[in-house]
């Protein structure tokens, strides 16, 4: 399965509220504390970080919040999300496989890719259930058409 496929996917059952082709951004001036209010509103775990909505800067998850209110305290969602974010953002294109992008996402510990064209110009965002989601579909697949293929026989 290809990641534009995910996207497809994606489209037919996003988040309420939230057009599957939406990519939720916010400006590395941003605080914490209103990333945090965006990532509650919008029902989501990572926002990428971008200064004009079209290019990834950076990505900020609720996981780098918490990481910062444990020694910060309160104070700490007065900060600007730039010196916060994870700044070597991974991205995939459309045409890259899902199994990839899985693995990618497994052996780096993070669970949010920006899908970009040749441009760089995000195009969606896939997590890593999408990535798991869209494997299970293809395994129950593969396993419909191998007993058909023995029922048959």
Do not use: W, Y
Request: net charge negative.
């Amino acid at each position: 399965m290809l990641v534009k496929q995910l996207l497809s996917m994606k489209s037919n059952s996003g988040k309420p509220g939230i057009a599957a082709d939406t990519v939720v951004t916010i400006a590395p001036t941003a605080t914490l504390g209103e990333a945090a209010k965006l990532l509650a509103e919008r029902r989501i775990g990572a926002v990428v970080v971008s200064s004009d909505g079209t290019r990834p800067e950076g990505i900020l998850s609720e996981r780098d919040i918490v990481r910062q209110l444990g020694p910060g305290g309160a104070q700490a969602l007065s900060e600007p999300i730039g010196g916060v974010m994870t700044r070597s953002v991974q991205t995939c294109s459309p045409a890259d496989d899902a199994l990839t992008i899985l693995e990618r996402m497994t052996e780096g510990r993070f669970r949010h890719m920006p899908v970009v064209d040749e441009d760089g110009r995000m195009l969606g965002v896939i997590s890593i259930g999408d990535a798991v989601s869209g494997r299970l579909k293809e395994l129950a697949a593969e396993k419909e058409a191998l007993t058909g293929m023995i029922m048959g026989a």
